[in-house]
C-alpha cells in the first residue's frame, strides 16, 4: 500500500532557529500534498495544500512567509518553521494523494516540534 | 461551509463488546465523502472506512462499519467486537468524493475511545 514517510518524527530547537521537515511518498507519485497540525489533544487542522511545481495554497490565519512550504518533486514535499518560537510548538502530519487514482488520503507518522 | 462534529470526548468499552462513535456533518455539497481515521498514541493516522454520499449501501471493512444516515447527516463508525488494541483517538473526517479534485479533509475533534480488559 501506499506510505508516506516524515522526517524528523520529532525535533527540539532553539526559539529563533528554522526547522525543515520532509515529508514524502515512498511508492507512489503525489501531485497533492496536504500539511496538517494537531495541537494537544486537538484536531488536526489544515495549514497549506502543497501542489507540486507550483506555490502551496494556504489556509486562512495561517502565515506563508512563517511556515514555507516547497514541493520540489512528485515525492517530495518539506514544510519550513521559520524563526520558530514556543507557540509553535505542535505536531505536524503530512498526507498525500496519488497522482493517479481514486486513492484516499495516506498520512505520514507526523512531525513533533517542540521550541525551547 | 463544511462541519464536523464529534460530541463524544472520550468513551470507554469491554472488550469483545460493540461500540458506536458519533459523528454529524453539515455541508452544502450534494457530493461528499466521509471518512473515519484512527490515531494511536504514537501519532499516524490511520485510515479506517470511507463512506460516498451517494453510496447506497452502508460502507463496512471488517470490525468497522459506517452507520450512513444522509437524512440526519450522520455517519457513525460502529467497531465490533473491540480489542485492546483499538484503543486510540479517532477522528470523522469530511471532504470530496473519491477521485475528485482534491481530498482536502476536514477533521471533527475526535474521540478517545479505551477498550478495558
Known amino acids: 500500500g501506499a506510505v508516506v514517510s516524515q522526517h524528523p518524527s520529532w525535533v527540539i530547537c532553539k526559539s529563533g532557529t528554522s526547522v525543515k521537515i520532509e515529508c514524502r511518498s515512498l511508492d507512489f507519485q503525489a501531485t497533492t500534498m496536504f500539511w496538517y497540525r494537531q495541537f494537544p489533544k486537538q484536531s488536526l487542522m489544515l495549514m497549506a495544500t502543497s501542489n507540486e511545481g507550483s506555490k502551496a495554497t494556504y489556509e486562512q490565519g495561517v502565515e506563508k512567509d512563517k511556515f514555507l512550504i516547497n514541493h520540489a518533486s512528485l515525492t517530495l514535499s518539506t514544510l519550513t518553521v521559520t524563526s520558530a518560537h514556543p507557540e509553535d510548538s505542535s505536531f505536524y502530519i503530512c498526507s498525500a494523494r496519488a497522482a493517479t487514482g481514486a486513492n484516499v488520503l495516506t498520512f505520514g507518522a507526523g512531525s513533533r516540534l517542540t521550541v525551547l | 461551509a463544511q462541519k464536523i462534529t464529534q460530541t463524544q470526548p472520550g468513551m470507554f468499552v469491554q472488550e469483545k463488546e460493540a461500540v458506536t462513535l458519533d459523528c454529524t456533518y453539515d455541508?452544502?455539497?450534494?457530493?461528499?465523502?466521509l471518512f473515519w481515521y484512527k490515531q494511536p498514541s504514537s501519532g499516524e493516522m490511520i485510515f479506517l472506512i470511507y463512506?460516498?454520499?451517494?453510496?447506497?449501501q452502508n460502507a463496512t471493512e471488517g470490525r468497522y462499519s459506517l452507520n450512513f444516515q444522509k437524512a440526519r447527516k450522520s455517519a457513525n463508525l460502529v467497531i465490533s467486537a473491540s480489542q485492546l488494541g483499538d484503543s486510540a483517538m479517532y477522528f470523522c473526517?469530511?471532504?470530496?468524493?473519491?477521485?475528485?479534485?482534491?481530498?482536502?479533509?476536514?477533521f471533527g475533534t475526535g474521540t478517545l475511545l479505551a477498550v478495558q480488559p
Open positions: 455541508t452544502s455539497d450534494q457530493s461528499y465523502g
Open positions: 463512506q460516498g454520499s451517494y453510496d447506497e
Open positions: 473526517a469530511m471532504g470530496p468524493t473519491l477521485g475528485g479534485a482534491t481530498n482536502k479533509l476536514i
